[in-house]
């Protein structure tokens, strides 16, 4: 409708009502007349607008004047006029005037007291009709009354962006940028931080459900600022993981029975947690023939199963040398295992490395001295109690890796996240190969799933050229890793 025609009626509506009252106070004077003039027995006569009353009727002519009398019933509006219906109740009968009104105008000009109030209406968007001093006619609309301009507008809050909104999501940023890339805050061996990067894979998913949850409660909330702020944090902090194991590639998986072997100058590197003899001897001896080995890391075997892995290689016509260790001290409960092939030469341990704290770890160095030195690494987990040993175990590693001439293999209990400086000196064969993002650990999980925590790592003088996690776990609970590197 436009502002004209909204002015008009509510113009009408205000006369109609201060017509209203007007004839009100008519209709009680004349009532009181005419029952006075019914008991004198006299005809008596009262002018109602401009016409004449008797006791027998009352009449009431349209009049040119906007005055009206008093009515009764409720108005009913014509077209091109205001016509008000008027019923006046007396002892004899009952008398109905109506006067009319020609246009609003002319009421606006005749009727209206120009010391009028302003007239404001309870609606969502209310109107309000001032009037202007005597000599100037103009009718100023406005679309809100200063009652409502008192209260907050609830629709502003969904068309900008919320301070709460704003707060919040620079708040929870840095706690995003540490569920999604902690080496940027140096805080991936922190503890709590540590285990949610370690199976990222579940952490993506956990924050996918939360952020989705999130958004529903911002969406269903008219206070959405906040949930709003936080489903964007989640949904963009899962968005993170997920494109880092997409970047890091699912990379190729083989089955028990599959082996690259190794060429003119290669060497196949193996390495498996056996889960202090879950794995039996002659699984492990099957799985060293598949993949033709030639330096198989065997964290939790003991010195009797190695010795048996070696007879049952031999007889396939693979020599190979084994040796165990137990710590520094000798006395480990947990002992961790090393094949070699007989075509490497004689190696030893080198007492002088030392040992990862409180499970053996050991580097083995060649006789001769022409041949690489080899570790078989097994730091403790990052559990609660054992931080501190679990990342002196992986400055270990990390020390071991300033020799370029090195060939580290087995469980780490660290995925490349944790790694860091350990990658400085070395490179992550899966990593380097697209499938650093294949868990090892837990077996019993999906391989996109489970943590890759086994690794194989070489120095500066080794490439890699095919790295790929074994499906078939044979009884561990850790899936086995098999990578082929030549010399540069």
């Known amino acids: 409708m436009p502002a004209t025609a909204k002015a008009d009626a509510t113009t009408r509506t205000v006369l109609i009502g201060r017509m209203y009252r007007k004839s009100r106070r008519i209709e009680r004077s004349e009532v009181v007349r005419l029952s006075q003039n019914r008991i004198t027995g006299r005809n008596s006569s009262s002018t109602v607008s401009g016409g004449s009353c008797t006791s027998r009727s009352c009449g009431t002519k349209p009049s040119s004047s906007p005055k009206m009398t008093r009515t009764r019933g409720s108005a009913r509006r014509t077209r091109g006029a205001i016509r008000v219906p008027t019923r006046i109740v007396s002892p004899s009968r009952t008398v109905t005037s109506r006067p009319s009104i020609t246009t609003s105008q002319h009421l606006w000009e005749k009727d209206i007291p120009h010391h009028a109030p302003t007239v404001r209406f309870s609606r969502p968007s209310s109107t309000r009709l001032s009037r202007t001093p005597r000599g100037n006619e103009e ?18 809050g969904r068309r900008g962006v919320r301070p709460g909104f704003v707060l919040t999501a620079l708040l929870g940023a840095p706690i995003a940028l540490l569920l999604s890339w902690p080496q940027a805050l140096g805080a991936e061996r922190l503890p709590g931080i540590a285990q949610l990067i370690a199976l990222r894979a579940g952490l993506a998913i956990a924050l996918l459900i939360t952020g989705i949850v999130f958004a529903v409660v911002a969406r269903a909330r ?11 944090l989640l949904l963009a902090s899962s968005a993170a993981n997920a494109g880092v194991l997409l970047a890091r590639g699912g990379g190729a998986t083989a089955g028990s029975g599959s082996g690259s072997g190794s060429g003119s100058g290669e060497l196949t590197v193996l390495a498996w947690n056996t889960l202090g003899g879950a794995a039996t001897p002659q699984s492990i001896a099957r799985l060293v023939i598949a993949t033709d080995a030639d330096i198989v890391s065997l964290p939790e075997t003991d010195e009797a199963a190695v010795a048996e892995i070696a007879r049952l290689v031999a007889v396939d016509g693979k020599p190979m ?9 000798g006395d480990a409960d947990i002992p961790t295992s090393l094949l070699l092939s007989a ?20 580097v083995w160095e060649p006789v001769d001295g022409t041949g690489p030195r080899i570790v078989a690494a097994h730091p403790l987990p990052p559990l609660p109690g054992m931080f501190d040993d679990w990342d002196a175990g992986l400055d270990w590693v990390s020390d071991r890796c300033t020799d370029p001439d090195v060939i580290i293999a087995g469980d780490l209990n660290a995925t490349v996240d944790h790694l860091g400086s350990v990658l400085d000196g070395c490179r ?4 380097e190969t697209g499938a650093s993002a294949v868990g090892t650990w837990p077996a019993s999980a999906p391989p996109w799933l489970a943590s890759p925590i086994d690794h194989v790592l070489v120095g500066e003088a080794w490439e890699v050229r095919t790295a790929s996690v074994i499906t078939d776990a044979a009884g561990s609970d850790h899936r086995p890793i098999v990578a082929v590197i030549a010399r540069r």
Not at 139 to 156: G, K, N
Not at 428 to 431: F, I, Q, S
């Open 222 to 232: 008219r206070r959405w600022s906040i949930a709003a702020a936080l489903a964007v």
């Open 139 to 156: 009718q100023r609309m406005t679309t809100a009354s200063a009652q409502d301009r008192d209260l907050p507008d609830r629709t502003a």
């Open 343 to 362: 075509d490497l030469g004689d190696y030893r341990i080198d007492e002088g490395a030392g040992s990862t704290p409180n499970l053996p770890s050991a």
């Open 428 to 431: 992550d064969a899966a990593l």
């Open 321 to 329: 040398t084994a040796d165990t260790t137990r710590g520094p001290e």
